[in-house]
């Protein structure tokens, strides 16, 4: 059991009378990879920023290896920021720009060079020491970003949307990339994004935020697989969010066609929401399935056929290795493992604060 | 493509003329009439000249005021122009226009009023004796050149410090705070120099207009203070002497010329 590196007890936020942060609670585990994922305006990034320093909670604590460092100043906090864009010193060489901590601590020279060599190597540019930042490309300005942060020892390196800027490919290579060195440095990622995918393959541990509130944390599967609310369903990945009744244990009503599932205790004729896969729909022949219905779309995607279907009154969206072209009937099934149920909230409010609680 | 090209030298013609008639030839007619005497022939003396007395302390004294006046023109510009960098977007300018309102009116109107200000029996001195204070004497004092060099020529400093500070991206400083810098640090080490640019177009649009002045000078210096930019003009208005001032005005350009090429190399500097 790892410890708590990092605690944010009850912090509240808001800028021109607009909340951004509410009684927002969360613990860091010591050398885990944990990303804060939501829409833009979530609070993430504001989060983030109150962890590195640069804002002030309205009000909460916020305690860092057992002290409470809610005020103190950015320079005397044991942590390092990867700001989005990089934020590299234009007027400053690569090695200065690396040094550039380690010389405000007055390190020895040459305990100086062998840091910036070292760092230079962990993000496989070595070579580069005296480049100016604005001759490298954005991918390898944000590699001198991460090495000008980790030189400095922190115990958390805090990411803020660092592969915003970067194309499709280079993001999925610095994804690799960034797994590699939180293994090899062995400290704790705080990772802001906005994108479900990144964090899906890089994180041990997903906070889903949405309008300041904590929606669902876990692992990345937990969120996959078991999403809490319609928010996290529909932000994780594509979903098919079907108003459903909760007969009783184990038997679920969707859309007038009885599937068996596996939740329980959510009492008898319930109303509820159930979350399926796209993956997770079956198509079969008509008469084989629990609802039949008429496939309206086809889309190649490469891996799978994105289909639309028609059935019980609702548009499903399927995933399929095996194409059936627009105007087929078919019948939908569902593995009973693959009906994932959650509580309807009664109103938009208690949609956003039902997971705070 | 050669169309084009054709095209564009017969849009830029009316420019390369105007440079040509309004910039080039005047200044061969200057480089002329200063390396020459009244019979034509060569000569440097117009040059040397400036090794008297009379003439060399003018051209010293244009020198001090003009860097003075544009040390204290950075020392105001630089805190204002990072407090409007730090404001949020919308109030700044208003701000900027208080300090830009003046430049619409006309330069020797502004000069006129300080005149006014800082006569004798001045608006200041009268103010002074309504709280029955000693009067001062600033008026044709180097120090009243100062005062209106410093107010005519502010708004130049300003303008490009404001502009390459405000160009610093926040997270640039918050990067050298989260490197363990504290704001002295961050300060010295990442936003004077980031701003280096802007100080060294505000100097040169400072110090070289500072430099050359006569109007200032003549207005509130009097006939006692006397700068090169006096001297100059008082040899082509008054002595009819062209071939001195000619040589005269060579040696104030070999100053600005130094301070355009300190301003070019720091600039490139900049760029990597």
């Not at chain 2, 022939?41 to 000249?49: D, G, K, S």
Request: include cysteine; charge should be negative.
């Amino acid at each position: 059991m790892s410890k708590d590196l990092i605690l944010l007890e009850h912090i509240s936020k808001s800028y021109d009378g607009q909340m951004i942060l509410d009684d927002l609670s969360l613990s860091i585990h010591e050398n885990s990879f944990v990303t804060l994922l939501g829409p833009s305006g979530c609070g993430k990034t504001t989060t983030l920023r109150i962890l590195g320093g640069f804002e002030t909670p309205d009000s909460g604590k916020v305690v860092f290896d057992g002290k409470d460092i809610t005020g103190l100043a950015p320079n005397k906090r044991q942590l390092n920021t990867v700001f989005q864009k990089y934020a590299l010193f234009t007027h400053l060489d690569i090695a200065e720009n690396i040094a550039f901590g380690l010389k405000i601590k007055n390190k020895s020279k040459s305990y100086i060079d062998d840091k910036i060599k070292y760092a230079l190597k962990l993000v496989n540019l070595e070579g580069f020491e005296h480049r100016m930042p604005d001759s490298l490309s954005g991918g390898q300005q944000q590699r001198i970003a991460i090495a000008r942060a980790i030189v400095n020892e922190p115990k958390v390196l805090l990411l803020d949307e660092p592969l915003g800027a970067l194309d499709l490919k280079l993001r999925q290579d610095m994804q690799y990339e960034l797994i590699r060195l939180k293994n090899e440095l062995g400290i704790t990622f705080l990772y802001v994004t906005h994108d479900q995918e990144e964090a899906l393959t890089m994180s041990d541990h997903i906070v889903v935020m949405n309008q300041g509130y904590i929606q669902q944390e876990g692992s990345p599967e937990k969120i996959y697989n078991e999403p809490e609310n319609a928010f996290v369903a529909d932000f994780i990945g594509d979903s098919n969010i079907i108003p459903a009744t909760m007969v009783r244990d184990e038997l679920v009503e969707i859309l007038g066609a009885k599937f068996a599932c596996v939740d329980k205790d959510f009492g008898e004729n319930k109303p509820v929401d159930v979350v399926i896969r796209p993956e997770d729909v079956e198509l079969v022949s008509p008469e084989k399935g629990t609802l039949t219905g008429e496939v309206t779309h086809i889309i190649f995607k490469g891996v799978h056929y994105e289909m639309t279907v028609q059935a019980g009154g609702f548009e499903w969206l399927v995933h399929s290795t095996r194409m059936s072209a627009p105007g087929t009937k078919v019948g939908i099934t569902v593995d009973p493992f693959n009906i994932q149920i959650m509580n309807r909230p009664a109103s938009e409010d208690e949609e956003a604060i039902s997971e705070n609680a | 493509m050669l169309k084009s090209a054709k095209t564009s030298r017969l849009l830029a013609s009316p420019y390369l003329a105007w440079a040509f008639i309004f910039i080039l030839v005047p200044l061969g007619m200057i480089l002329y009439y200063g390396l020459t005497d009244d019979a034509g022939a060569f000569t440097l003396q117009n040059i040397t000249y400036i090794a008297k007395p009379a003439y060399f302390k003018s051209l010293l004294l244009a020198l001090e005021l003009g860097v003075i006046s544009t040390v204290i023109c950075f020392l105001l510009a630089y805190p204002l122009g990072m407090i409007l960098a730090g404001m949020k977007l919308g109030r700044h300018e208003f701000i900027l226009t208080l300090f830009i309102l003046p430049m619409w009116m006309n330069f020797l109107l502004r000069t006129l009023t300080w005149m006014t200000l800082l006569e004798r029996k001045g608006v200041l001195n009268d103010i002074l004796g309504l709280l029955h204070l000693p009067p001062v004497y600033i008026i044709n004092t180097p120090a009243a050149i100062v005062i209106g060099m410093v107010y005519n020529f502010l708004p130049f400093m300003i303008l490009p410090i404001y502009n390459s500070l405000s160009k610093i991206d926040d997270n640039v400083i918050n990067a050298a705070r989260d490197l363990g810098a504290d704001p002295l640090q961050t300060f010295l080490r990442v936003t004077l120099p980031l701003s280096v640019p802007g100080i060294i177009s505000g100097i040169t649009m400072v110090f070289i207009p500072a430099l050359t002045t006569f109007a200032i000078s003549a207005m509130l210096g009097g006939s006692k203070v006397l700068l090169i930019g006096n001297v100059i003009e008082q040899e082509f208005t008054v002595a009819y002497d062209w071939h001195l001032g000619s040589g005269m005005s060579i040696i104030l350009m070999l100053f600005i010329l130094i301070n355009m090429v300190i301003s070019s190399v720091s600039d490139r500097k900049e760029a990597g």
